[in-house]
């Protein structure tokens, strides 16, 4: 399984956020740079990139950051946020972008999506699908968190059958940088679903049990991002637990 540790960039800082609202942020680090390279010393492979300005704003914010970002590490990187455009994966990909994270377009373009895996190639893309509760449902959470998609998760994979699609990042909003585990249960379900997908686990990582308890359940990645910040375990430890 592989580990990302995450790096959330806002106005050019290493920033967390609760359940992905923008007015509870934490700030961590004033230089980015150092966190990667910190990151690839540990062992890290990859490393998980997000322009949260980006996401945000609705459009591509700090590409020429990320673009230097990917050239003074040695470590691969999967990025998103603010992607609206076959132009925004073509650049973050000429920026050294080694996959490249599309959000809430995955549910509300998904012709145009299932596009661009084939004209840029399954391997270079990953749906993100943020999810919600909605009684015995889970529905996809579009405009930071805001408002919930018309269908549930399900159907949602549906639109992009097998063959079409090979990696998906799953978080439950709900747990998002609260530290309190991943949520296993859905993440069973989706890998007994879709088996033909690669699921990177987000949202709620705390402890090292938490990464185990991921790889156990058939998640080929997971996303690891204030417990690294807040110092629960190091990435070295991180990559240990799975290896």
């Not at 889970?138 to 639109?159: N, Q, S, Y």
């Not at 309190?180 to 990582?205: K, M, W």
Request: proline content about 3%; overall charge negative; charged content about 25%.
């Amino acid at each position: 399984m592989i580990v990302y540790p995450a790096i959330d960039l806002k106005a050019g800082v290493c920033v967390r956020l609760m359940h992905g609202r923008f007015d509870q942020v934490t700030r961590y680090d004033e230089n980015p740079a150092v966190r990667l390279a910190g990151f690839a010393l540990s062992g890290a492979t990859w490393a998980h990139i997000v322009d949260l300005d980006g996401a945000e704003a609705g459009r591509a914010m700090q590409h020429g950051l990320i673009r230097e970002l990917a050239g003074s590490v040695d470590i691969r990187i999967q990025s998103g946020g603010g992607v609206r455009s076959d132009d925004d994966i073509r650049a973050l990909l000429a920026a050294g972008v080694d996959r490249v994270v599309v959000g809430s377009l995955a549910i509300t373009r998904p012709e145009a999506v299932a596009g661009w895996l084939e004209q840029f190639g399954a391997e270079r893309l990953t749906l993100a699908l943020d999810v919600k509760a909605d009684g015995e449902r889970w529905v996809p959470a579009l405009k930071g968190w805001t408002e919930a998609a018309a269908i549930d998760l399900w159907a949602a994979l549906d639109r992009y059958p097998p063959g079409t699609l090979s990696h998906v990042l799953i978080t439950d909003v709900g747990r998002d940088g609260a530290l309190t585990g991943p949520n296993l249960e859905l993440l069973a379900e989706v890998r007994a679903r879709r088996p033909d997908l690669r699921i990177q686990a987000s949202g709620g990582v705390g402890t090292l049990t938490d990464l185990a308890a991921a790889k156990a359940i058939g998640c080929d990645g997971i996303i690891v991002g204030r417990a690294l910040y807040e110092a629960r375990f190091t990435v070295a430890e991180a990559l240990a637990s799975v290896a």
